[in-house]
């Protein structure tokens, strides 16, 4: 029957969702040079099959001027949008299993995280980015599913800027009535939209963008200083068996991870870097407590972690793609962007060796 043709997919899923071992995989993706810097020297010496990738510093000589880092796999500048998410994919599937997942888009201003998450012209399906192909996936798999499981999809968008969540998605902009069964994040406020198809999706997103700049004088300088969370709340009730099962997939946009200099940073942008320093080493100490097994996982310490509390550790699934800009300019920036990345890699290893 339909049923048990699910309950085999099911199998075969869970058993992708489990070669995904460790707590977090990490990917790291190098951007390519704008057209007019094509002829500029790249600070990506070379980018090995196992995810190895060597950072020369070409004003340096001898064995300093180069470093190797390790993640589970690096993309090259030629990388399309499709095999950025091909690996993600049994991820984004395992939601619809009742798994909680988490994406998180890492690096300084200006290293592609947009690109990665959401892409650049959301009127070309090819170059859509990670977010609307996981609504995508899982919008077909629950209509291939719906003769055994009836799925109710409901999603939030919120925005943390310093440390206060700023709502582009509110009941007040949008005329909803909500019957749906779907339990949203714990955000006062945080508006939880029902969907039915990417297409709902793309729409409300441009809902979003349109609140976001009123009132907003600098929005450019305020997105790259502000973490972007949409979360996407799946419920599936199986028909034969009335069970219930529930997942949750957080796709977000990291604030831009580069050091402010503190000489030089006064007034909101020393304000705004504080609250950005301090939410990312919050989710970096989160992440080393879980691979720790600490009995108190510190998720409290900033708006980011909690709001991620429930797809962080225990059962969920975390990927974080880290970004990095070639150019000589960026040497500085790439090098603390890796060396975070290899933090959040290492944790990888360890909690899958204390599994063994
Ligand atoms: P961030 O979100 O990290 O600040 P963006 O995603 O806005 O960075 O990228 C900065 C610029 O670089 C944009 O113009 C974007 O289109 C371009 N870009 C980033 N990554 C790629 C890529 N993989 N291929 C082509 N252009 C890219």
Redesign the pocket.
């Known amino acids: 029957s339909s049923y048990h043709k699910v309950l085999e997919e099911n199998r075969i899923l869970y058993n992708q969702v489990l070669d995904l071992k460790g707590a977090i995989r990490v990917y790291c ?4 040079f ?1 057209p007019g810097q094509s002829n500029e020297q790249s600070t990506v010496d070379y980018i090995g099959e196992n995810g190895n990738i060597m950072i020369v510093n070409p004003l340096k000589q001898g064995k300093d001027a180069r470093r190797v880092f390790s993640f589970n796999k690096v993309f090259a ?1 030629s ?1 399309t ?1 499709e095999q950025i998410y091909a690996d993600t994919k049994p991820l984004v599937r395992s939601v619809l299993d009742g798994y909680n997942a988490c994406i998180f ?1 890492y ?12 892409g ?1 012209d959301l009127k070309t399906e090819e170059t859509w980015g990670v977010n609307y192909r996981a609504l995508r996936d899982l919008f077909h798999i629950s209509k291939e599913r719906a003769t055994a499981i009836k799925y109710e999809v409901g999603v939030q968008m919120i925005e943390i800027y310093n440390e206060q969540y700023v709502h582009s998605l509110t009941r007040y902009t949008l005329d909803i009535r909500n019957n749906s069964q779907l339990n949203g994040l714990n955000v006062p406020d945080a508006c939880l939209v029902p969907v039915n198809c990417t297409q709902d999706v793309l729409d409300l997103m441009e809902i979003g963008q349109r609140n976001r700049a009123v009132g907003a004088t600098a929005l450019n300088v305020r ?2 200083r502000s973490h972007s969370v949409l979360t996407v709340h799946v419920r599936g009730k199986e028909i034969e068996s009335n069970s219930v099962l529930k997942g949750c997939l957080h796709l977000v ?1 990291l604030a ?1 991870s580069e050091r402010v200099d503190k000489s030089e940073a006064v007034g909101e942008r020393l304000k705004e870097a504080q609250h950005i320093n301090k939410s990312l080493s919050a989710l970096g100490d989160v992440i080393s407590a879980l691979a720790q097994k600490s009995p108190h996982i510190p998720y409290r310490n900033s708006k980011l972690t909690q709001v991620l509390q429930d797809s962080l550790g225990g059962h969920a699934k975390t990927l974080m793609f880290v ?1 990095i ?1 070639p150019e000589i300019n960026s040497l500085g920036e790439t090098i603390s962007t890796l060396k975070f990345a290899e933090r959040v890699a290492s944790i990888e290893l360890g909690a899958a060796q204390s599994n063994k």
Do not use: E, L
Request: proline share 7%; charged share 15%; glycine share 14%.
């Open positions: 993706r190098v951007r390519p704008s500048t990388a949008q888009a690096g300084q201003t200006g290293s592609g995280k947009t690109y990665t998450m959401s650049p997105s790259s946009d831009g970004h800009n």
